[in-house]
């Protein structure tokens, strides 16, 4: 990412906001302070993601929350050439990273990789978790582990 | 006949569609096009459209049941019915209720439609714009994560990368509906053929997806009628019985976020050898296989979960020469598909495994008699439907 460029992807994009049934208003209250939580079952301790309103493992509706280390692996990337979204004509390319986290029960995550669009990653490089604050909202994107 | 309560009691014995038209250029709205698709394919079974008493759709189509029924003067409606979810995966699976339907005796000729009019409504390669994102969406749209090319792309990359998979496949799949698209006049891509050249010189929409491996964007509509093996032998055509229909879905293939437990899946890993076994048969006795292409790279991974091969013989299994007509050991998509013919959410590959089985297709496979369709890769759920004629 250039100095000069704030956000990976530029404004105008739609900012996250909570779902009303409160089900995730802790990850992005937890991004806020750049850590990053999984919904994890308080009884079997089967981590989920997306959030759900139920333990898929066990059946549980006591669902918490597990801090992981933002540490993980690039399960699949791709670069995306065609602009889907107004916002998006002048930023391709742009690299999709989906991001397999091992201490999570290897759930999934889905961001942008930082850095050169034109790079090649291999598959199942690790990578770790930047955070990147947004007005009403911080985002958590990825880069390849130094 | 066997236990599988369909096989063989259920036939389709008409088809039908409109004019295919490039997205937006239809000159009349939706729900015009889709009475014309249904009346057309009344007239290709050789019923009155009055008769038909059952209408199933998929993809939360626009045009509901009841208006279709009151506005065409159905003199009653036995059964109408929707497969959940959106997108091309319900395709077969209409089929199926369809034939549900007509087995129980809940409808005598039961129709199977869909219609699109992209002009008149959204497009789907492109996103909503909203100032506010939450819920699932959330954790994607910021990302720029928004349409079916981008998590197939995903999800189709993580399987090239496990098996060891090249460009080549995607293009003999694109280059072979573009083959079979030049012989049907109702192609929308009928008389613009596609050189590899042009194929390797198209723009990226998302890697491994040039511009010629996504499907088009279409409208129009078409539609096919059902009814029971007895009143099938009155038919003006020649009936195509159906073998087996069904919907299916991996275990928590919808996971959200990309969180599918088996990701690089085509999503038929439970339902194709369960479509087999209610055929009775093999992979090996599909004369010709109609295979969902919104992208390309979906379609190597549909054959490999239907048994037609292994993930180490797809670079020798999808070669343009094995899957072309009619010579190929498997031809597919014979009529050009979601990517040449018409992005008629893949109604139209069911249309042509019935023009196949019955001996009427632009492209036919010399002496076909069995014809698999697989609707929808990698959405949930997913479709099968296995035609045959006698």
């Known amino acids: 990412m250039s100095a000069e460029k704030k956000f990976y992807l530029p404004e105008g994009l739609p900012t996250p906001r909570p779902a009303r049934t409160g089900i995730d208003k802790e990850f992005w209250e937890a991004t806020r302070r750049h850590e990053l939580v999984v919904q994890q079952c308080n009884a079997c301790k089967a981590c989920q993601w997306g959030p759900e309103l139920i333990c898929h493992k066990c059946h549980s509706f006591d669902l918490g929350w597990r801090k992981v280390s933002g540490r993980g692996r690039l399960y699949s990337w791709v670069r995306c050439w065609n602009p889907v979204h107004p916002a998006l004509k002048e930023a391709c390319p742009y690299i999709v990273a989906v991001v397999e986290l091992p201490d999570a029960g290897n759930v999934r995550m889905v961001g942008n990789l930082l850095g050169d669009p034109m790079q090649n990653p291999p598959f199942d490089s690790p990578v770790e978790a930047v955070f990147e604050d947004h007005p009403e909202a911080t985002l958590v994107q990825w880069k390849v582990a130094g | ?390």
Request: glycine share 10%.
């Open chain 2, 1 to 390: 006949m066997n236990e599988y309560t369909v096989n063989d009691r259920v036939a389709i014995i008409g088809v039908g569609e409109t004019t295919y038209y490039k997205r937006g250029q239809a000159p009349v709205p939706e729900f015009r096009l889709a009475c014309e698709a249904i009346i057309k394919a009344a007239d290709d079974a050789g019923i009155d459209v009055r008769d038909i008493d059952g209408i199933s759709g998929y993809a939360d189509d626009r045009n509901e049941a009841s208006r279709l029924a009151t506005a065409l003067g159905l003199k009653h409606l036995g059964f109408a019915g929707m497969v959940w979810g959106g997108g091309g995966g319900g395709g077969s699976g209409a089929v199926g209720n369809a034939a549900a339907a007509v087995a129980a005796g809940y409808s005598k000729y039961c129709v199977v439609f869909r219609a699109l009019a992209q002009g008149q409504f959204g497009r789907f390669g492109q996103a909503p714009v909203t100032n506010h994102v939450s819920g699932t969406a959330a954790y994607t749209a910021p990302y720029g994560l928004y349409v079916p090319a981008q998590w197939v792309a995903l999800r189709t990359r993580r399987f090239m990368h496990q098996y060891g998979i090249n460009q080549e496949p995607l293009a003999a799949v694109a280059m072979a509906d573009y083959y079979h698209a030049q012989f049907n006049p109702r192609a929308v891509m009928y008389g613009r053929p596609l050189t590899r050249e042009q194929y390797d010189k198209s723009r990226w929409i998302v890697e491994p997806f040039h511009l010629y491996d996504c499907c088009m964007e279409n409208d129009g509509s078409a539609a096919l009628i059902l009814t029971t093996a007895d009143r099938a032998k009155d038919a003006r055509k020649k009936p195509a019985y159906i073998m087996a229909a069904a919907q299916g879905s991996n275990y928590r293939h919808n996971a959200t976020v990309e969180n599918s437990s088996d990701y690089a899946s085509s999503n038929f890993k439970t339902l194709g050898p369960r479509l087999f076994e209610m055929a009775g048969i093999e992979p090996k006795d599909v004369d010709c296989a109609q295979i969902y292409e919104h992208f390309s790279g979906a379609v190597m991974i549909s054959l490999v979960e239907h048994g037609f091969c292994k993930p180490e013989e797809i670079m020798e299994f999808v070669t343009f020469e094995n899957i072309t007509a009619p010579k190929g050991k498997l031809p597919i998509n014979t009529s050009g598909g979601n990517i040449a013919e018409c992005y008629m959410h893949g109604l139209e590959l069911v249309t042509e495994a019935v023009r196949q089985v019955r001996g009427d297709s632009t492209c036919q496979v010399p002496d076909a008699k069995i014809a698999l369709v697989a609707s929808g890769p990698m959405v949930s759920p997913v479709s099968d439907l296995i035609v045959h004629s006698k």
